[in-house]
Structure formats: C-alpha cells, structure tokens
C-alpha cells in the first residue's frame, strides 16, 4: 500500500509564502493523480489542488479549487513521486491542516476526498493576520 507523508508545514504571518512538500513510499510505478486538500476548524475537506502524472482527456494535468487559483501551485515528480503545494500569498483563512491524498486511475472527480485511496497524515498551516 501507498504511504504519504506531508511536511513543510508552520506559522506564519499574511503575506508570507510556505512549500509543503509530500512524499509517497510507491517507487515502481508513477501515481495516476495526487491532490492536496485541507480542513479547517468546523469545516468539511476542502479540495485545494489536484495533478495527473501525464495530461488527461480534459487537456489538462492540474487542477485547483477557485479559492487558492492564481496564489498556490503544484507541482510533482513523476519518478519520485512527489507532490508539492507551493504557496504564495497566504491569508488567514487558509489555516488548516494540509493533506496529500493519492489515486491510482485518471478520471473525474478529482476534487472529491471519497475518490482517493492514499491519504497522508496532515501537517498543520496557520496564517496570522
């Protein structure tokens, strides 16, 4: 089975930027999707950003929620199997805890929870004003 673990977590002030980074124990073969989501006090999951090893049928490898377009960026390593959340621009509504979750297939629904399979133990991201 597939073990994830994230770092690069922390405190930090608006404005500022953090790399969380995530590392998968599978090295045989590349994971189809790997995603980021997050989940704040009180709230549900909330997808963040999601990419495919290759490009998929809808034309593209990424994919990210409306919140963080334009500030966050992932990034992945194929051969490694890493994935990586850059994020610039923090705010303090993005504090929560941070998870790496992994699928072995393309397709949709990329930005559900229910469809990954892997999900790595969360590191903590806060966001002071």
């Known amino acids: 089975q597939v073990q994830l673990v994230e770092s690069g977590g922390g405190l930090v002030q608006a404005g500022d930027s953090l790399r969380l980074s995530c590392a998968a124990s599978e090295r045989t073969f590349s994971i189809p999707t790997m995603a980021w989501f997050r989940q704040a006090p009180g709230k549900e999951r909330e997808f963040v950003a999601a990419?495919?090893?290759?490009?998929?049928?809808?034309?593209?490898?990424?994919y990210y929620a409306d919140s963080v377009k334009g500030r966050f960026t992932i990034s992945r390593d194929n051969a490694k199997n890493a994935a990586y959340l850059q994020m610039n621009s923090l705010k303090p509504e993005d504090t929560a805890v941070y998870y790496c979750a992994a699928r072995n297939y393309f397709g949709t629904y990329y930005d559900a929870p229910s469809a990954y399979n892997y999900w790595g133990q969360g590191t903590q991201v806060t966001v002071s004003s």
């Open positions: 990419i495919a090893s290759a490009i998929t049928y809808s034309g593209s490898s990424t």
